[in-house]
T-cell receptor, first 114, second 113 residues
Framework: EAGVTQFPSHSVIEKGQTVTLRCDPI?????LYWYRRVMGKEIKFLLH????????ESGMPNNRFLAERTGGTYSTLKVQPAELEDSGVYFC????????????FGPGTRLLVL | QQQVKQSPQSLIVQKGGISIINCAYE??????FPWYQQFPGKGPALLIA?????SEKKEGRFTISFNKSAKQFSLHIMDSQPGDSATYFC????????????FGKGTMLLVSP
C-alpha cells in the first residue's frame, strides 16, 4: 500500500512569489492534516480536512495560506505571496476515519523563501 | 505557550545503552500520547503510543512511562542501536481519530557504535 506522498520534495522561491504544495493521502483515508516545522521548533498543526470539508483551520498563520482538498482526495496548500518566515518543512498526514488514531505522515516539502 | 515540552534537545548514547527522552504537558484534557520517530529525509512515523489509563507500555525495546499526576511521559529505548539514531517527537492529542497532534520540539538521538 502506498504511503502519503508529497510534491515537490523541495522548493526554493523568492519572497513575493507563489508556491503550491500537493499532498496525496493514503487511499481511503478521510482525514488529511497539514503541519509545518520551522527550523528548530516543534511541528505545528495548520489545518485538518475530513473528506473535502475543512474540519479545523485554526492553525493557519494568515490569509496568505489557502488549502483545498478536491473531491476528498488529494490536497493542495498554496502560499501567496510567500514571506521569509514561511520557510520550513510542510508535512501532510492522513488517518483513516474518526476511529483511526494513527496519523501517517508524508516525507514533507522543504520550502525555502529567499 | 508551548503545550508539550520535550527534553533533551539532543542525546548521544553508546550502543547498548539506555536512551531516555522526557516530555511534559500542560493541558489535562490530553488523553493520547504518541511518540514519533523520524529519519533524515523521511516523515515522522508512529513508534509507540499510550493512553493515561496505564502507567507503562512496552513494545520490544521501546517503553513509554506515563505519570498522570506529574503530567509527564517519557520514552525509554533499551539496548540502543546505531539504527535507532533519529529524531524523536513526543506528541499529545485530545481524543483520537479526528484529533490534531500537539508536538514537542524533538530530540536528535545519536547512538554511537
Amino acid at each position: 500500500e502506498a504511503g502519503v506522498t508529497q510534491f515537490p520534495s523541495h522548493s526554493v522561491i523568492e519572497k513575493g512569489q507563489t508556491v503550491t504544495l500537493r499532498c496525496d493521502p493514503i487511499s481511503g483515508h478521510d482525514n488529511l492534516y497539514w503541519y509545518r516545522r520551522v527550523m528548530g521548533k516543534e511541528i505545528k498543526f495548520l489545518l485538518h480536512f475530513v473528506k473535502e470539508s475543512k474540519q479545523d483551520e485554526s492553525g493557519m498563520p494568515n490569509n496568505r495560506f489557502l488549502a483545498e482538498r478536491t473531491g476528498g482526495t488529494y490536497s493542495t496548500l498554496k502560499v501567496q505571496p510567500a514571506e521569509l518566515e514561511d520557510s520550513g518543512v510542510y508535512f501532510c498526514a492522513s488517518s483513516q476515519d474518526q476511529w483511526g488514531e494513527t496519523q501517517y505522515f508524508g516525507p514533507g516539502t522543504r520550502l525555502l523563501v529567499l | 505557550q508551548q503545550q508539550v515540552k520535550q527534553s533533551p534537545q539532543s542525546l548521544i548514547v553508546q550502543k547498548g545503552g539506555i536512551s531516555i527522552i522526557n516530555c511534559a504537558y500542560e493541558n489535562t484534557a490530553f488523553d493520547y500520547f504518541p511518540w514519533y520517530q523520524q529519519f533524515p529525509g523521511k516523515g515522522p512515523a508512529l513508534l509507540i503510543a499510550i493512553r493515561p489509563d496505564v502507567s507503562e507500555k512496552k513494545e520490544g525495546r521501546f517503553t513509554i512511562s506515563f505519570n498522570k499526576s506529574a503530567k509527564q511521559f517519557s520514552l525509554h529505548i533499551m539496548d540502543s542501536q546505531p539504527g535507532d539514531s533519529a529524531t524523536y517527537f513526543c506528541a499529545a492529542s485530545i481524543g483520537s481519530g479526528y484529533s490534531t497532534l500537539t508536538f514537542g520540539k524533538g530530540t536528535m538521538l545519536l547512538v554511537s557504535p
